[in-house]
């Protein structure tokens, strides 16, 4: 009901009835696993087929949890396509560890069939103020981990966060800056994450998702909550709660060639502390009145 | 102490005794009144004077309180510059009263003989999701109120504020949005404000400093501290407690020509509990260590 350049009235938006499974509305709709962050890999599946949802983001602790080849084997027998994996990255500490750690999760997302392996990059490290120099680690550990998710068929893709995030957790915050880097390779080995939560404020960021075209690996969408609560990690809304005009962001990524999933990922403790089965019937609602 | 590219070891930096007035250390120096809420125009006046700071930053709540033309008589006896009056803008809603108290705004700066008008441009108007038309809007009224800027010899500062702050404060939220806007007008009538704490993540920050140029009318320094506390807005810390290295960005702000006062504003609780005079104290020593 959102078009870019349309007030709308604050508040919930109208709702609809719950799309049923088959409806070709849900085409393109993915459940990622951290929305309803209490359920299992098991039951995040079953709550897919329940409403008829296509596609899941899987996080590897709940894949760990659930066992590796267990998840794969539950998530093709359900006919799901696995959108992403999340997520590997944190790149700008000691690269010894961060290599390995990466090569597991580039040999999860390979068995788990994903599209692709979110790189969330990681924040300044403890007691250093060196952003540029944390910039530049970023590249040459990624450097050295791109060989192996190529040699395994795996798509990386580099998230850029919002700048709120910049010291903490990623200090990749521009899609401009994830595409400069990831277009250092082929682009069916390092891709980019678009995720409305973290670019909508951008002034450039209708020019970058053109400029990314099939770089987009990977399209992510939440709201942005006003006020944010205390805790800055949680202010992401079921969309249609927050600020975040949806279409337009949603028209550009289309317009630059993106055909794949959308996954809803909500970091909320209000959507963590409800119904999973209800979380998934709201975003399905929302996802076709706000998103669509 | 902080080179960029050099790690530093986490905590307060190493104290050094206060610069005494006249110390051409602090010829640069400005205090932004914020930085000392507590404190009325006539004691930062005096706290100034004590500590041989020579610029103050003023804002206009404090100056209606202690009178407009008391406040212009107390600074030009004290002999202190005006680097900024702090802050007209919110343009973003009505263009109407929005017009009317920028027009009140900028005689107040052109009576206190303050070097420029800071203005913060507001975030979305309640309910709206509409991004290009609020920023379009800004735009649109601040064409109305520049001709009654020049005429009163007062230069407007444009404020990109940290892209957190786009849904509730300022939807300007890169230096190089602020700098495209500005140069709509001559370069004395419409400046830009570089402050750290809003554009020390931005990977184009020192490209956007060098394109400024002469477009920078203030520079003000605090730190960007992490974690944020609960209230985002109070997340500003001394310099030297937060991740930001100065350096650098003031090195970039001199490099593109800016040779006028350096501000310190920053809105921290425990800041604002402390002692008046001895925050400015401190701050004197941090610029030194940090800035300088």
Redesign the interface.
């Known amino acids: 009901m959102?078009g870019?350049?349309?007030?709308?009235?604050?508040g919930r938006p109208a709702s609809i009835a719950t799309p049923a499974p088959g409806d070709p509305r849900l085409a393109r709709l993915s459940l990622n696993q951290w929305t309803t962050r209490r359920l299992g890999v098991a039951e995040a599946v079953d709550g897919c087929a329940r409403y008829g949802i296509p596609a899941i983001g899987l996080w590897r602790e709940q894949v760990a949890e659930h066992g590796l080849s267990a998840s794969a084997r539950l998530v093709r027998d359900a006919g799901l396509r696995v959108s992403s994996l999340c997520r590997g990255g944190f790149l700008t500490g000691d690269p010894g560890p961060a290599v390995q750690d990466n090569r597991r999760a580039i040999e999860e997302a390979a068995t788990l069939g994903a599209d692709c392996l979110v790189l969330v990059v990681g924040g300044?490290?403890?007691?250093?103020?060196?952003?540029?120099?944390a910039?530049a680690r970023v590249a040459a550990t990624l450097a050295e981990i791109v060989p192996y998710a190529a040699a395994s068929g795996v798509r990386l893709a580099l998230e850029p966060l919002?700048?709120?995030y910049?010291?903490?957790r990623a200090v990749l915050?521009?899609l401009?800056?994830a595409v400069d880097l990831a277009s250092r390779w082929p682009v069916e080995e390092v891709g980019v994450v678009v995720d409305t939560f973290h670019v909508?404020?951008?002034?450039e960021v209708l020019t970058q998702i053109a400029r990314a075209g099939d770089r987009i690996a990977s399209f992510q969408v939440c709201d942005?909550l006003?006020?944010?609560p205390?805790d800055?990690l949680l202010g992401r809304g079921m969309m249609g709660d927050?600020?975040?005009?949806f279409r337009p962001l949603r028209a550009a990524v289309d317009a630059a060639g993106y055909t794949g999933p959308i996954e809803v990922e909500i970091f909320n403790a209000d959507v963590w502390a409800a119904d999973g089965h209800e979380v998934i019937a709201t975003l399905a609602r929302r996802y076709v009145t706000e998103v669509l």
Do not use: E, K, N
Request: proline letters at 16%.
């Open positions: 959102t870019y350049g349309v007030d709308v009235p604050s300044l490290p403890p007691g250093s103020r060196d952003l540029a120099g910039r919002h700048p709120m910049c010291a903490d915050s521009t401009a800056q909508w404020w951008d002034p942005f006003v006020p944010q205390a800055p927050g600020v975040i005009a």
